[in-house]
């Protein structure tokens, strides 16, 4: 048996460092090792998932082609830093950068919620979430009961949350006062013993996404939770995020995402629906911005989200700040930040001090030494946890999203990124991760090197096992 997984992983041609760690596990701890890897070693989904993914995406190219010929939203110019990203996005997705989008930058969890009941309270056809987590109480109750009375006066309203992050959701009496309001709610990856031999059991629906008619929408960290309720216990503060409030065509590459999702997990179709829209009418012309989404997953173009982030990490000349809750970089991210510092790029990475997660705790800091000696500036949020995920390059081009910096996030999960060309977008960002870095400790190199020693033994431990995380 121990043969026969060898032969399985080396015949996967995954990364050196993910395939010794496996093969570490499978030696060192045969049974459990084994156990592990045919449980969370390979990417695979059940027999219908699959199926409607192939159906879903022959319709998806099939309406792509006729959105094209609306070419007045498309745009190939782009400035000097993003142009290389952009032409990456269009020859993998198969639609160049959009322009014409209006974009709001809200990083107060409150006024996320304000303005997204405000959209609720006037949306006039339909409402569309995905969520990876949705926790009752405060604020989050208060989105329920918009939503509630946006169904009952004839507004489509459908949630795709996923199964595991929003556990505590689905035990709550929310879940049945919702449907029964004509709410419609998918609990995406379920977790079952039965789905445990059919697919990838940690495969996670990671996106945060909401749409209103089609024309708003929203992309960011935040989950549909409020901060004063949310992990309170486990004593890290209050959650930082940030979400992006959206108007303009754009809008209609996200709905297509939305609609793939939906079709993957329930079988039925919705995208007919919007196939006759003109799409000029979103253009926005003043103030205006330059964007392009990128969605990852199993179902989506392979690697894409870590070819976008070493694109953008090679287009730096000046500048590169990173805001990340977990960082367990690949080899290949973990190399373009060294190097983009050894040729002169002020690099900035900003974490958290505190995390919720252990194992990535540990295994983050095995990359410090090696950040530092190539002159990377690493900062520790001490204000909570930092959870917005965000990269800007050159204070020009924007990336954020529901993307963290490691394996899960990169290879594994369904995320979904928002990538900006626009200066003055970007300017607010870089005025947002500026507050972070006011609020953070510079780790220093000499003070890292001199650590206790079990730390380090610690930390390499989990270096070992950093390519499964």
Same mark, same amino acid.
């Given at each position: 048996m121990v043969a026969n997984v060898t032969l399985r992983i080396l *015949? =996967? #041609? #995954?990364?050196? +460092? !993910?395939? /010794?760690?496996? /093969?570490?596990?499978?030696?060192? /701890?045969?049974v459990l090792?084994?156990?592990?890897? %045919? !449980?969370?070693?390979?990417?695979? %989904?059940? #027999? +219908?998932? @699959? =199926? #409607?993914t192939r159906s879903t995406w022959i319709y998806t190219n099939s309406f792509l082609k006729k959105l094209k010929k609306q070419n007045n939203i498309f745009t190939t110019e782009h400035s000097s830093v993003a142009n290389s990203l952009f032409k990456l996005c269009s020859n993998r997705q198969g639609f160049p950068g959009i322009k014409g989008n209006r974009l709001e930058l809200i990083s107060n969890p409150n006024e996320v919620i304000k303005s997204l009941i405000n959209d609720i309270k006037i949306a006039r056809f339909n409402i569309e979430m995905i969520f990876y987590i949705w926790h009752p109480g405060g604020l989050a109750d208060e989105v329920a009961e918009s939503l509630i009375t946006a169904s009952y006066r004839g507004v489509k309203c459908r949630l795709i949350l996923d199964s595991a992050g929003s556990l505590s959701f689905f035990r709550s009496p929310w879940v049945k006062k919702m449907r029964s309001a004509g709410i419609e709610i998918i609990e995406a990856l379920k977790i079952n013993l039965l789905q445990f031999f059919l697919r990838r059991i940690d495969l996670r629906q990671h996106r945060k996404l909401v749409l209103i008619d089609n024309h708003t929408a929203y992309i960011g !960290? *935040? +989950?549909?939770?409020?901060?004063?309720f949310f992990k309170q216990h486990i004593g890290i503060g209050k959650w930082i995020d940030l979400m992006v409030r959206i108007e303009g065509p754009i809008s209609t590459l996200? !709905?297509?995402i939305f609609n793939c999702d939906w079709e993957i997990e329930t079988g039925t179709r919705i995208l007919s629906i919007y196939e006759n829209k003109n799409i000029n009418n979103l253009l926005h012309k003043k103030n205006a911005c330059t964007a392009q989404v990128v969605a990852s997953?199993?179902?989506y173009p392979k690697d894409i989200m870590h070819q976008?982030?070493?694109?953008? @990490?090679?287009?730096?000349?000046?500048?590169?700040? *990173?805001t990340t809750p977990y960082f367990v970089p690949s080899e290949d991210l973990l190399r373009a930040l060294c190097t983009a510092a050894l040729r002169g790029v002020n690099v900035e990475i900003v974490i958290p001090l505190h995390n919720d997660s252990l194992l990535v705790n540990w295994a983050s800091r095995a990359f410090f030494s090696e950040l530092l000696e190539a002159g990377v500036n690493i900062y520790q949020f001490e204000g909570g946890l930092l959870h917005t995920k965000s990269v800007l390059v050159d204070k020009q081009l924007t990336l954020l999203g529901t993307f963290n910096l490691d394996m899960r996030s990169i290879w594994l999960n369904f995320e979904i990124t928002l990538i900006v060309d626009d200066f003055g977008f970007s300017n607010n960002?870089?005025? /947002?991760?500026? +507050?972070?870095?006011a609020n953070s400790r510079l780790l220093d190199r000499r003070t890292w090197a001199k650590r206790a020693f079990w730390k380090k033994f610690i930390e390499m431990i989990f270096y070992l096992f950093s390519p499964l995380l």
């Open positions: *015949m =996967k #041609r #995954r990364a050196v +460092n !993910s395939s /010794l760690a496996w /093969l570490l596990a499978i030696y060192v /701890l045969p090792g084994i156990i592990t890897y %045919l !449980s969370f070693g390979e990417l695979y %989904l059940e #027999r +219908n998932r @699959v =199926k #409607r !960290s *935040m +989950n549909l939770v409020d901060p004063c996200i !709905s297509i997953g199993p179902s976008a982030l070493l694109t953008a @990490v090679y287009s730096a000349r000046e500048q590169l700040t *990173m960002l870089a005025c /947002l991760q500026g +507050n972070y870095i």
